[in-house]
């Protein structure tokens, strides 16, 4: 059981390649519970690139409700699409689906690194990702951010023994030929 919990938390960073370096300190953003290491799982050792890149986040009302970006109408429409056909693909666990959603040139992790490690999970695990409030946060013309509630249920291909996991994540959508495709993803450790 305790490696099926391992696993889990692969599971959930396998698609969530950061190259965020910076110490965990819970400023209620998405990089809050990204543990930093030499071979962290979820930066796959990428280093971090010399250029400051944008922060990633998201921001909550006094409620707690995630504030959502000003979109229009058909772009939103196109991004929760893209963002519904990622979760999709990998719950088929269908390598090929899956990385259709990724872009060619991620920001974010080495998409040859990350199809590799998704192959091998697959084969270990049934895993199935299912999302709840899903909110775009952030919008410009060919850069989106999507947050979403996650619960992530895994078993081992073998055996009856499951693991359930929750944390709330935002991918970052950039445009390649006109579509939204998956450029990087950051998890904010469970819920």
Not at 8 to 33: K, Y
Not at 52 to 81: M, S, Y
Not at 98 to 122: C, H, N, W
């Amino acid at each position: 059981m305790k490696k099926m919990i391992i696993m889990a938390g692969l599971i959930l960073t396998l698609a969530a390649c950061s190259n965020s370096e910076e110490p965990s300190v819970n400023e209620n953003t998405v990089e809050d519970g990204n543990a930093t290491s030499e071979n962290n799982a979820v930066n796959h050792g990428i280093e971090e690139k010399e250029e400051k890149t944008e922060d990633i986040g998201f921001t909550v009302d006094e409620q707690g409700n995630i504030i959502a970006a000003d979109v229009p109408k058909e772009p939103a429409r196109q991004l929760l699409a893209a963002y519904k056909e990622y979760i999709a693909a990998f719950n088929s666990e269908d390598i090929d689906r899956y990385m259709s959603t990724i872009a060619q040139d991620p920001d974010g992790f080495d998409r040859e690194e990350d199809k590799a490690a998704l192959v091998q999970a697959f084969e270990a695990y049934d895993s199935v990702y299912e999302t709840s409030d899903e909110t775009i946060v952030k919008y410009e013309e060919n850069r989106a951010e999507v947050f979403a509630s996650l619960n992530v249920k895994m078993k081992a291909a073998n055996s009856n023994d499951a693991v359930e996991q929750t944390a709330r994540q935002v991918v970052i959508f950039k445009k390649e030929n006109g579509e939204w495709k998956v450029s990087g993803v950051h998890l904010v450790g469970n819920q």
